[in-house]
């Protein structure tokens, strides 16, 4: 939040532009390219070699206190094979592996021969599953519009404003069929469990479309054409996705604001549920501005000589709850925060609200009430 910057030494682009003769875009860009986060709370649990972040999604699956470097990695798993009593053969093993590979390659394949026959056809999607296609391709697809990258490797559009609402869609669009697996190339990331059912780790996987690039580009043309409005609003699928976006969209502000200020909140239904009640009430650019007071509070009270690092986190949920009351009441007014560059808009946000209401980042600055209640019968 721009107005309340916690350090001086604290600048936007349009300030280091103007200081340099560029222009904004063009630092936020050299940024994008060339900057990397420091995370200086989180070490190597064995060798203490300091975390380095390159994207958001790194950053939001941080846990302190449990990381450790890709060198540490192979040297456990090293660890761990030569403590392992090796009663067959080199030659043997390694068959045996092959086996192993090759059958779970059957499997995969066999299973991809049947997302191939069940394809559905474009027409008979809801609107809101092509918008959630929409937003796949906007943000994951290759330059060929044949397969996406993996969550791991956005640089810079976001899916969705909040990793787990990201796994959601893909996971979603897989069962639908509209995401079809590749198995050379996602091998590593795909599991069976005991159920024979497929586990997949959606941060690293990567997926072919099952479309065409024509269709593609269709359901792209049309997700950023005109629509039939009222339609949208008396649709329940895609009331839902826009109050997972805007709950998204706080959870993403909480999770970095906390880790700023060395602080890790436990987000549990509880706390989800407070979340909607206060969006039901307050748009996100309100939501931004009580979880900055929520979690000043928080940080304030962890100075103090007697408090651990529990409580300090804990008290975030109660510090929201308590501002939330203070806005409804009306003991202190409604304060608007702006976007700023750590939080950008995300393709999912920008199909569902401003291509749909015709205005600019609406889902950040307008309630869903606000917004659908001038379309309903």
């Not at 280091?16 to 995370?39: E, M, Y």
């Not at 008396?234 to 999770?255: P, V």
């Not at 900055?292 to 304030?300: F, G, I, L, W």
Request: proline fraction near 3%; include cysteine; charge should be negative.
């Amino acid at each position: 939040m721009r107005r309340n910057k916690p350090n001086e030494f604290i600048h936007t682009c349009q300030e280091i532009g103007q200081a340099f003769g560029f222009r904004p875009n063009d630092i936020s860009d050299i940024a994008k390219t060339n900057s990397h986060l420091v995370v200086l709370d989180s070490q190597c649990i064995d060798c203490d070699k300091i975390h380095i972040c390159h994207n958001r999604t790194q950053f939001n699956q941080l846990k302190l206190g449990s990381w450790r470097c890709d060198l540490c990695w192979k040297a456990l798993s090293k660890r761990t094979i030569q403590a392992q009593p090796l009663l067959e053969k080199p030659v043997e093993k390694e068959s045996l592996k092959e086996e192993q590979k090759q059958a779970f390659l059957e499997y995969i394949n066999s299973y991809r021969t049947t997302q191939l026959t069940e394809i559905p056809s474009i027409t008979t999607l809801s609107e809101a599953d092509r918008l959630l296609l929409a937003a796949t391709i906007e943000s994951l697809g290759t330059e060929d519009l044949k397969t996406t990258i993996s969550l791991d490797d956005i640089q810079s559009l976001p899916l969705s404003p909040f990793f787990w609402l990201d796994e959601h869609i893909l996971q979603h669009l897989f069962e639908l069929n509209l995401l079809l697996l590749v198995p050379e190339d996602s091998f590593e990331y795909i599991n069976i469990n005991e159920e024979q059912e497929l586990e997949i780790d959606y941060q690293q996987a990567t997926f072919e479309f099952a479309y065409d690039t024509d269709d593609l580009n269709k359901i792209m043309i049309a997700a950023k054409s005109k629509k039939d409005i009222h339609a949208l609003v008396a649709d329940n699928q895609f009331r839902i996705c826009c109050k997972n976006i805007q709950l998204g969209e706080c959870l993403n502000y909480l999770t970095t604001r906390s880790r700023l200020n060395n602080l890790d909140p436990s987000i549990t239904e509880k706390f989800l549920s407070l979340f909607r009640s206060c969006l039901a009430e307050n748009s996100v650019s309100v939501m931004h501005y009580v979880i900055y007071r929520a979690v000043e509070m928080a940080t304030k009270s962890s100075q103090t000589l007697d408090a651990t690092q529990k409580h300090p986190s804990s008290s975030i949920y109660s510090n929201i709850e308590r501002v939330f009351g203070q806005i409804s009441t009306g003991v202190c007014r409604r304060h608007n925060s702006f976007r700023d560059d750590s939080h950008p808009q995300s393709a999912m946000t920008k199909l569902f609200f401003d291509y749909v209401f015709g205005m600019e980042d609406c889902g950040f600055y307008y309630t869903l009430d606000e917004l659908f209640n001038p379309y309903k019968s």
